[in-house]
């Protein structure tokens, strides 16, 4: 078995996957500096890059894709199911500094925080009344998967209550109650918090609309850390200006980045960063973790088990 990392493997790393079999071959090359031939008889492929992917997905051999990331929306899934590649991602190994940075969002509001930092700025001695806190909050964690089970522990650890959507209504670790998908406009009304995790599907796509705005409280704060697409933005900033929601914290937008005189930067209950939620010092040795088991697991039994993507849905 040929496998192509894109990922810049540590050797110890390197070592831990030749040592796999003696019938294993490992290729390390960089994304930028990958080209066609690099591909030739390649079974596995980990990470990916654009630059090639008619090459991969028409190589002949390809049978697997191991993603560093949890989104695969990069990758032509159509084309990849025509041609039977099983594509696996990264989902888990971001989600706790994912749910570290979702749960920042929420304190920084209740405490005042984020307007705070714009009167120090100023060198403003400044008291912002009231101030409020997280216990006894209800959120509502939209794509409830491995990010949204390990958010849902620490809100809990905080007294909070929390609520799942997902595209079935199943029982979900740390959730106090689920919901489906199509009671999302329901959900949305009884909330401190909404949660976007959504992937970018033709599902998603500004699933987060007027309507769905107008249906959440004056005082509730709408996250998204999942994917800028799923949300209609000329909708979130006329939701803002009227008032029809508290705030908003975006780790993600549509476009990306932000055009420079979008109103969304100018406004003082909105917190803006720059698609970075997902970045740790620690992601890189996670998703390791998660390729070496799916690799050795597909040499013992002839399939991998980890992160499956469905490529129908597109997750």
Not at 131 to 152: P, R
Not at 254 to 270: G, Y
Not at 276 to 290: D, H, L, N, Q
Request: proline share 3%.
């Amino acid at each position: 078995m040929k496998i192509l990392s894109f990922i810049d493997l540590t050797e110890q790393q390197q070592r831990e996957i030749r040592e796999l079999s003696n019938d294993l071959t490992l290729e390390v090359v960089s994304p930028k500096k990958a080209t066609k031939k690099d591909l030739t008889e390649v079974d596995a492929i980990y990470g990916w890059s654009s630059r090639l992917e008619d090459h991969a997905v028409a190589n002949g051999h390809l049978k697997w894709i191991q993603t560093i990331r949890a989104g695969v929306d990069a990758l032509p899934l159509d084309d990849l199911k025509k041609e039977n590649i099983v594509v696996t991602s990264g989902s888990g190994a971001n989600a706790i500094n994912i749910a570290e940075q979702t749960l920042g969002y929420m304190l920084m509001y209740v405490r005042k925080l984020n307007l705070t930092m714009r009167d120090q700025d100023q060198s403003l001695w400044k008291v912002d009344e009231p101030y409020d806190e997280v216990y006894g909050k209800t959120v509502l964690i939209v794509g409830a998967g491995n990010i949204g089970s390990i958010l849902g522990r620490y809100c809990k650890a905080l007294g909070m209550k929390t609520i799942g959507i997902r595209r079935t209504a199943k029982p979900t670790e740390s959730m106090d109650e689920m919901m489906s998908m199509d009671q999302l406009d329901q959900a949305v009304g009884k909330v401190d918090f909404v949660v976007n995790i959504l992937p970018d599907t033709k599902a998603t796509e500004k699933i987060f609309d007027q309507n769905i705005f107008e249906q959440m409280t004056k005082s509730s704060v709408y996250i998204n850390i999942g994917r800028g697409k799923s949300t209609d933005t000329s909708a979130l900033i006329e939701a803002l200006q009227n008032k029809e929601i508290a705030g908003a914290a975006l780790d993600v937008v549509e476009p990306e980045p932000l055009p420079a005189d979008n109103p969304l930067w100018k406004m003082d209950n909105v917190i803006i960063t720059p698609h970075t939620a997902g970045r740790s010092v620690k992601y890189s040795e996670r998703a390791f973790v998660i390729f070496k088991k799916n690799l050795k697991s597909l040499l013992e039994n002839g399939e991998v088990v980890e992160n499956v993507v469905d490529l129908n849905h597109g997750y």
